[in-house]
């Protein structure tokens, strides 16, 4: 067996081998494209079962994102899966407060994680933002 050094190949391997889980659920093509990405993310393919689109969620969600808005994530994780260079040619930008003293304490005064905690607290600012969990 080979060993495959070159991420860009290892990534599409990677995407072969996630095609098969996705191939035969129904999706759109640009729902299959968000789907592989969520188990790509994950390593979970028996995730593939409970993904499910909204029939206007990637239109819109593409529409936002060129349209300059801002993405709010619960975890710092998913934060630096985004391509940032991407997002700003668009006039976008990325919030995680997770680690915010404020965040910590609302947390514990609330009895909620800090996840929780942090997207609770950036609710006013959600409308028109795209929201990552």
């Not at 095609?19 to 969520?38: I, L, N, T, Y």
Request: hydrophobic residues 45%; negative net charge; glycine residues 6%.
């Amino acid at each position: 067996m080979d060993i495959i050094w070159d991420p860009s190949q290892i990534e599409a391997r990677s995407m072969e081998i996630i095609e098969e889980f996705v191939a035969d659920q129904g999706f759109s093509p640009q729902e299959k494209m968000v789907a592989k990405r969520v188990i790509h993310t994950t390593g979970d393919p028996d995730l593939v079962k409970a993904i499910r689109f909204h029939p206007q969620a990637v239109e819109v969600g593409i529409m936002a994102l060129r349209s300059g808005a801002t993405i709010y994530t619960d975890v710092n994780m998913l934060k630096t899966g985004i391509n940032y260079k991407k997002l700003a040619q668009w006039g976008g930008q990325v919030f995680c407060a997770i680690a915010e003293p404020e965040v910590a304490r609302t947390a514990q005064a609330w009895g909620i994680t800090r996840a929780a905690a942090a997207m609770r607290l950036y609710g006013p600012h959600l409308d028109q933002a795209v929201v990552a969990i």
